[in-house]
């Protein structure tokens, strides 16, 4: 069975400031994707990132990135200079290769200080 | 185009009654799954229907069951309802596209209160 784990439930942040979220899994496949979600009070759950197991490098979108260490299964989302914006639940997800399937976290909730 | 969407967006039943929440995927995805969220937690996979057929399940009683319609869009029927299935059901669809990976996105939702 796969497992998600999301130690943190909530972090704050100063605005333009940055900060690390953190998430370790495990599963025994060998080709899966993880992902970070984002979940705002609007209930949408929206696609931060997204790494694939089989690269190397770690992923970014704009002050989005990821820190994947493949061996210590554990793959964190660095947010850069913090918005207001930002605040919302993040949840780490797991899938497998050519599965849509995901396996979710417990979420870490964000917040952001003015 | 609109993405998915997701009907209604909340609703109230009482114990025991049955409750069909539906959802109209993405146009040109073929695949919905179903997922429960409970307040607090992280979403569980219900079920995932493809070609009209439950593809994969989750760990959820034969109370929760689904359709999927030759335009892709699917429903979820919970019967005898209970208490904790209070939570925010979400579909997501998704189309595989191939060495490119999956393609998925979710619908905002539907708040279910059972009383």
């Known amino acids: 069975a796969q497992t998600v784990t999301q130690s943190q439930p909530e972090m704050s942040v100063q605005e333009a400031e940055t900060v690390t979220l953190s998430c370790t899994y495990d599963t025994s496949e060998s080709d899966y994707y993880l992902f970070w979600y984002k979940q705002p009070p609007s209930r949408q759950m929206i696609l931060v990132i997204r790494q694939e197991a089989y690269k190397q490098q770690n992923a970014t979108e704009n002050r989005f990135s990821v820190n994947f260490q493949k061996a210590a299964k554990s793959f964190s989302l660095k947010i850069s200079d913090s918005q207001l914006g930002d605040a919302a639940m993040y949840f780490c997800?797991?899938?497998?290769?050519?599965?849509?399937?995901?396996?979710f976290g417990t979420g870490t909730r964000l917040t952001i200080i003015p | 185009d609109a993405g998915v969407t997701q009907s209604p967006t909340h609703l109230i039943k009482t114990r025991g009654q049955q409750v069909t929440l539906r959802c109209s995927p993405k146009?040109?995805?073929?695949?919905v799954s179903w997922y429960q969220q409970a307040l607090g937690q992280g979403p569980q996979f219900i079920f995932q229907y493809y070609e009209e057929e439950e593809r994969q399940r989750g760990n959820f009683p034969d109370r929760f069951s689904g359709h999927q319609f030759p335009n892709y869009s699917s429903e979820l029927n919970v019967n005898a309802l209970l208490l904790g299935d209070s939570a925010l059901y979400l579909c997501?669809?998704?189309?595989?596209?191939?060495?490119?990976?999956?393609?998925?996105?979710f619908g905002p939702g539907t708040r279910l209160t059972v009383t």
């Open positions: 146009s040109g995805h073929d695949t």
């Open positions: 997501a669809s998704s189309l595989d596209l191939g060495l490119a990976g999956i393609e998925q996105y």
């Open positions: 997800a797991l899938s497998n290769f050519g599965n849509e399937k995901l396996t």
